[in-house]
């Protein structure tokens, strides 16, 4: 028995949040979705995720949130990061991160673990405390039962492409989905490796197309060009993006089948 897992890019503030309440409920209806994991960790202003959004994006059908590196800014999500039965994960190998890192999230029948991890230098360049990634998934899967989930996915929020890489093939044959994301740029490896694991090096982002990953342009090229410091600004016009992957996995098995981008713009 097949089912669709939607997993949708970095959430980028308001207008990421719009393209998802705009186009999720198409795409569920199209496709026929089963289950959809969002990135959360810039959807409110930017940082972090607030208790308004996460309504927001519950009632568009999102069913679960993986987390970065600004998932704990947001205090008041912390009761959800922390609640066993609450769909909303931040990083598991981020010391400072509120909850488990993990959950195993329950929609009709189906059971889905999502696990979200930090990639090495996102958290070394914000001066954070990051245990080693793949140490951490190593030792989750040894403690959380194989037979206790039906599906998994595993988000590696991180800079180096080559790390994305590594970890997806590192967990080929373990776990049903790895997607790289926080680049907010969608890169065109999505593949299914030997051992029907499914990954992509970033998926993208859902917001601003005509800004620098969502930040306007005027707030970022006196960074480049002359060196200031400056404040971002949030790109609130222009063209929309939508960014996901589409997975189809074997219930039984936990075996990806196949994978797909989706990408519109607008």
Not at 30 to 58: C, H, P, W
Not at 212 to 233: A, C, K, M, Y
């Amino acid at each position: 028995m097949y089912m669709k897992l939607l997993y949708i890019g970095d959430v980028m503030a308001e207008m990421g949040i719009r393209a998802v309440e705009q186009l999720l409920p198409q795409i569920v209806s199209t496709e026929a979705i089963d289950f959809i994991v969002a990135q959360s960790e810039n959807v409110s202003e930017g940082k972090g995720m607030s208790l308004a959004d996460y309504d927001r994006l519950r009632a568009a059908g999102v069913h679960a949130f993986s987390g970065g590196n600004h998932t704990p800014t947001k205090v008041e999500l912390y009761p959800l990061l922390e609640n066993p039965e609450a769909p909303v994960v931040g990083p598991l190998n981020m010391q400072e991160c509120p909850g488990p890192g993990h959950k195993i999230v329950i929609q009709g029948q189906l059971r889905v673990l999502v696990v979200s991890l930090l990639g090495s230098i996102v958290g070394k360049q914000a001066g954070i405390a990051v245990e080693n990634p793949l140490q951490a998934i190593d030792t989750l899967l040894t403690v959380v039962p194989r037979g206790s989930y039906d599906v998994s996915v595993v988000n590696l929020h991180g800079d180096f492409s080559s790390e994305k890489v590594v970890m997806a093939h590192y967990l080929d044959g373990r776990i049903s989905l790895v997607v790289g994301d926080h680049w907010h740029v969608p890169t065109a490896d999505a593949e299914l490796l030997p051992q029907h694991t499914a990954r992509i090096t970033d998926v993208g982002m859902c917001g601003s197309l005509d800004s620098s990953l969502g930040v306007t342009f005027d707030s970022i090229i006196p960074r480049w060009r002359d060196g200031r410091q400056t404040r971002n600004e949030l790109e609130t016009k222009g063209r929309s993006q939508f960014c996901a992957v589409l997975v189809d996995v074997d219930e039984l098995t936990g075996d990806a089948r196949s994978i797909r981008q989706i990408r519109q713009v607008w």
